[in-house]
């Protein structure tokens, strides 16, 4: 299963933050560097118009969590 498909189930399934961090982290080896990986996830969250409301709930808590861990949290040497 691709990155995308296999995060956005994940997601809809309401696993865990750690298990989607772990999905990003078991795909991150297929992408050039972590900014691909983030650039999937906003895609993610603008596909679910979360960009034109604020109140997406648990849903748009966990990727916006999984998105500032990436983009904050990876090591520079390969973001």
């Avoid at 648990?58 to 904050?72: C, G, I, N, P, R």
Wanted: glycine share 6%.
């Amino acid at each position: 299963m691709d990155f995308k498909s296999e995060f956005l189930t994940a997601l809809r399934e309401g696993k865990s933050d750690e298990t989607l961090l772990n999905i990003v982290r078991a795909h991150e080896a297929q992408f050039p560097n972590l900014r691909a990986i983030y650039e999937i996830l906003q895609g993610i969250w603008l596909d679910f118009g979360f960009d034109e409301r604020s109140d997406g709930g648990a849903l748009q808590d966990t990727l916006e969590y999984v998105m500032e861990k990436v983009w904050y949290e990876c090591p520079a040497s390969t973001s």
